[in-house]
């Protein structure tokens, strides 16, 4: 099992080899992306810790508390090429064909553009339990919301 600051990393160390740059919003929806399609696609998690229903999308706290001294500057971590090769081998190939197919699908869409499909997606929505858009919550997002939407995605398209 992968920790949330490793699949970060991977993330971080892939835009400092591309060099473009990745916000805490963007790292956020995409180790949130990652965390969802590995729940329907290996029926269990890739990590043990829960999102929350922020109100710019979910939030890992954890992961935030790691990276909010950048707030919306991107993230400045020394993680070159040699460490995204020592990332991928420590996650093993089957979580990095995963991680690399998050990147296809999603890398190209500003953290704005992830949070806005991200509050369109039914975990983010059940657990905000109806409250507005801007109010605070800390509601975690059941691992089991995520696994039934985006397996009814992997299925339907």
């Known amino acids: 099992m992968a920790t949330p600051l490793q699949v970060a990393e991977f993330f971080i160390a892939f835009s400092n080899t591309t060099g473009d740059v990745i916000t805490n919003l963007k790292l956020q929806k995409l ?22 229903a922020w109100v710019h999308g979910p939030v ?8 909010k001294e950048f707030r919306w500057r991107p993230i400045d971590r020394e993680l070159d090429e040699d460490s995204y090769f020592s990332i991928r081998e420590k996650l093993g190939n089957q979580t990095t064909e995963l991680l690399d197919e998050i990147i296809e699908e999603y890398y190209d869409l500003t953290g ?35 696994q039934q939407y985006y397996s009814s995605r992997l299925f339907n398209g």
């Open 31 to 52: 180790v949130y992306y990652a965390q969802a399609w590995h729940l329907a696609i290996f029926d269990e998690p890739l990590f043990d810790d829960d999102f929350e």
């Open 112 to 146: 704005h553009e992830l949070e806005q499909l991200a509050h369109t997606e039914d975990p983010w929505i059940k657990a905000r339990g109806g409250r507005a858009c801007d109010a605070i919550c800390h509601n975690v997002i059941e691992k089991s919301w995520m």
């Open 60 to 67: 890992l706290p954890s992961l935030y508390q790691e990276f």
